[in-house]
């Protein structure tokens, strides 16, 4: 009975590859692309619970709320940090998928393949089963975010050959080394694209006394952000709250003080990336010094970021075709092989 049922759920409905990340959700069809990339933010009332917007449109309310409405990051670090937002923002993603015009009978059952972070615990993955699950997915598996990542970037996993990835997303930084169908070498930090965003906001909350929201961080991040000195330098306008006499006030931010900013953040990730190189076994060192790092993720575009790695680590560093895609590119590969998919799941429900 069960294996007709999965027949005709699978009829209809569509395989997905998700990577839930802290910033963005990506969504990827199997055999059509990435359908889905939206930020992981949920615009709800403080009291009712009741939702109001999810996706782009949430984050276009950031900072603009009323007191009796809240924002909400479902996922923090990489990981759930409120299951009920989670669940409400799958079920709105898969429902978007599954609901297009022109579908007259639709059962949203999906086989889905998602991208968590390397050093979650087993009531964390239990957490990301149990939300998908609820949201319609009729068989769920888990994947390594450096493993989904490595295979979006077309890196030979499964062969013996020492492969290096390094996920610089919203939350987390996932780095590792990858032979064989399995990670060798691995370290996840709690240090990435959010972390820069606080740094920036902290930076010129004490050097300029003045307060900017989050948006304003990030734009930042993404117009001056560098990892490496520039050829040019640019500035840019900033406006924000004047800690002082609590009115509007408006500075201008060069791209030399945004990357003192982030230096420490950046720093620290370089040094992990040494790490661990250094606790690599020799003969996969060797094949990483020739073929060299792939870095990927939203962090990873950093202005001089791969420059200031492939100078610290004496190896060559490659960006990824689309850094922003690996790991639901990865996710939907994985579908697409069930051989791929035994060798590379950690946890399924």
Do not use: W
Not at 121 to 137: F, K, M, T, W, Y
Not at 194 to 215: K, V
Not at 320 to 332: E, K, M, Q, R, W
Not at 337 to 348: C, E, G, H, P, Q
């Amino acid at each position: 009975m069960i294996p007709i049922l999965d027949h005709i759920f699978g009829k209809f409905s569509e395989d997905l590859g998700i990577d839930l990340g802290t910033a963005n959700t990506l969504v990827a069809v199997r055999g059509k692309g990435i359908v889905i990339r939206e930020p992981s933010i949920i615009i709800r009332h403080r009291k009712t619970k009741n939702v109001i917007a999810i996706g782009s449109e949430a984050k276009k309310m950031l900072g603009k709320t009323p007191f009796t409405i809240e924002a909400v990051r479902p996922l923090r670090d990489g990981v759930i940090a409120d299951f009920d937002t989670t669940l409400a923002m799958l079920s709105y993603f898969v429902r978007k998928i599954h609901a297009r015009p022109g579908r007259s009978f639709s059962i949203p059952r999906p086989k889905v393949v998602i991208g968590i972070p390397s050093n979650i615990s087993e009531v964390e993955r239990r957490a990301v089963l149990d939300a998908a699950r609820a949201s319609g997915a009729r068989m769920t598996f888990l994947v390594e975010e450096p493993m989904a990542a490595a295979i979006g970037a077309d890196l030979p996993v499964t062969e013996p050959l020492g492969s290096m990835i390094v996920d610089i997303g919203g939350g987390t930084c996932e780095i590792a080394i990858i032979s064989l169908g399995g990670v060798v070498v691995g370290k996840s930090l709690k240090i990435a694209g959010d972390a820069m965003d606080g740094d920036i906001a902290a930076y010129i909350r004490s050097r300029y006394s003045l307060a900017i929201g989050e948006r304003t961080a990030e734009q930042i991040k993404i117009a001056l952000g560098s990892a490496y000195p520039q050829k040019v330098e640019k500035e840019m306008v900033v406006r924000g709250r004047d800690l002082e006499k609590g009115l509007p006030r408006t500075i201008r931010v060069s791209s030399v003080a945004v990357r003192e900013a982030l230096a420490s953040s950046v720093s620290a990730i370089v040094n992990a990336i040494r790490d661990v190189i250094e606790d690599a076994p020799p003969e996969l060192s060797s094949d990483i010094a020739e073929r060299g790092i792939v870095m990927c993720g939203g962090g990873s575009m950093l202005s001089g970021f791969s420059k200031l790695v492939s100078k610290e680590t004496k190896m060559p560093v490659i960006l990824a075709a689309d850094p922003l895609s690996c790991v639901v590119i990865g996710a939907t590969r994985i579908l697409d092989s069930s051989d791929l998919l035994n060798k590379v799941k950690i946890a399924s429900g």
